[in-house]
């Protein structure tokens, strides 16, 4: 690993842990081993650095979808494939996870830059966008439906994190895909 690689994986553990805001680059610097200076070599500050992580861990939640979504052929299968891509990408990535949670809230990063990588929520719609043509999901706005589904598996990541559902993680998983499932096909539970 490089300087600038350990600069990145310290910066990210503590911004998932402590905030952006409330991580200096001076604890940046420490926690990697390397002079505050040498974060400046690389990022122009701070906010470069939460910026360019946070198109990092977006790059990386995408491919994990992705790769989720092309093993599977039906909108019913690709959706469940989704869903569960998420909390894959939270089991094997959790510092990622957490901070794509929490670095949108902080004003300080966003996905405006031409370099950024879509946001997964259009994946999700334009899956919903098929099933609905094919007739197996109902006729809603696709987006409105994927923010939906997207909130709660991101509520479901943070009971999972926080310990507080009386479930084992499978069954908060498992109930989580129905619930998305008959959202998208707009039956009750």
Known sequence: MTK????????????????????????????????????????????????WLYRRCLS??????TDADEETSTPTERLEALVRGVFDFYSSRPASCTYLLSARKS?????????????????????????????????????????????????????????TLPLRTQDAIDQTVDAARRLAMGRPG
């Not at 946001?119 to 899956?127: E, G, Q």
Request: hydrophobic fraction near 40%.
């Open 107 to 163: 004003g300080v990063v966003g996905t405006n830059g031409n370099d950024a990588p879509p946001s997964p929520i259009r994946l999700f719609a334009s899956v919903l966008d098929e099933g609905t043509q094919q007739g197996v999901f109902r006729e809603t706005s696709s987006l409105l439906v994927a923010g939906w589904i997207l909130a709660m598996v991101q509520r479901t990541v943070l009971f999972l994190k926080t310990d």
């Open 60 to 65: 990386q939640l995408r491919d994990t979808l």
């Open 4 to 51: 600038r690689d350990d600069i990145c994986e310290a910066a990210l553990t503590l911004f998932a842990e402590n905030g952006i805001e409330a991580t200096t680059t001076r604890e940046i610097a420490e926690h990697a081993g390397a002079a505050e200076g040498t974060l400046y070599r690389h990022f122009d500050g701070k906010a470069d650095l939460a910026q």
